[in-house]
């Protein structure tokens, strides 16, 4: 893991240039509409999403002992377990309409029953990971959200017959381009919300990492995520959902806030178990 994050940060800023210069070429190539391919992760993309983020909701809540520990954290992780938790249902049927939020509801119920099967002298430490794994994914998607207000970039699709409508990434563009679209999520390309989600998948690795049976998948479990993230990169550059830079930058947001959260994390396992772990 030593090399796996800076070199994912070398890969996303050298995709960033490729797409400061290509963006427009690059979308012209891929543009397939109506393919099966990209249809497909445009729905599961945001499950997978919620689904992250409702096992480290799950995690901060059903690793306590709920008759022997303190009230005041007791309230707090059940508020997060249940805010975070609602999100994720929220997601699923957002993009999956009655299937997403009955998948939501049965997963969050295994997840749970999962949790609770966790072996007591384990459950603190997965309760950090889950904790690291609800905060990642929470801020990378507010300032995405906040992004994609202020940017104001136009789709790919929604500018054919008219590449006027085109604007670089570092170019906020905020409601100017709203007159020229018919749907007001056409000028949300910037950053792509379906990166943030398949790149929220990178924080499983946690889950390798505080357990010391696992510690050494941890590398193949962040390998996996990365090569799911990239597809569905992929798949959104072939919708005209986005462009690379668009899909970068969202894959960036949590794969950034995973850096720092893996480093804290792991500060906290070497200052308590240090004969398992060092600061890396």
């Known amino acids: 893991m030593k090399k796996m994050f800076p070199a994912t940060a070398i890969g996303v800023l050298v995709l960033l240039i490729v797409g400061t210069f290509a963006d427009l070429r690059i979308d012209q190539a891929l543009y397939m509409p109506g393919n099966g391919f990209s249809a497909f992760f445009e ?7 919620a689904t992250v983020l409702m096992i480290g909701a799950a995690l901060v809540f059903w690793t306590y002992k709920l008759v022997r520990e303190n009230l005041t954290k007791l309230v ?3 508020l997060v377990y249940l805010g975070s938790t609602l999100v994720g249902l929220a997601l ?3 993009y999956c309409h009655l299937i997403g939020a009955v998948y939501g509801v049965i997963v969050a119920i295994l997840i749970a029953y999962v949790v609770c099967k966790i072996p007591d002298e384990l459950k603190q430490r997965y309760r950090w990971a889950g904790i690291a794994i609800v905060v990642a994914f929470l801020c990378s998607m507010a300032v995405l959200e906040v992004a994609k207000v202020i940017w ?3 789709r790919f699709r929604a500018m054919q017959g008219n590449l006027d409508l085109f604007t670089p990434w570092y170019h906020p563009n905020g409601k100017h381009f709203r007159a020229a679209v018919t749907v007001a999520d056409n000028i949300k390309s910037f950053p792509s919300g379906h990166a943030q989600f398949a790149g929220a998948a990178l924080s499983l690795c946690l889950l390798a990492l505080v357990n010391p049976r696992w510690k050494d998948k941890e590398a193949l479990v962040y390998a996996v995520a990365l090569v799911y993230a990239l597809v569905v990169m992929l798949s959104r550059m072939m919708q005209g959902a986005h462009f690379l830079s668009d899909v970068t930058v969202g894959f960036a947001l949590p794969f950034l ?9 792991l500060k906290q396992l070497a200052q308590h178990y240090p004969q398992e772990y060092e600061l890396a």
């Open 257 to 265: 806030a995973l850096w720092l959260a893996r480093h804290l994390l």
């Open 76 to 78: 707090l992780s059940g």
């Open 43 to 49: 729905r599961l993309a945001p499950l997978i999403g």
């Open 92 to 94: 699923c049927y957002k």
């Open 152 to 154: 104001g970039r136009v």
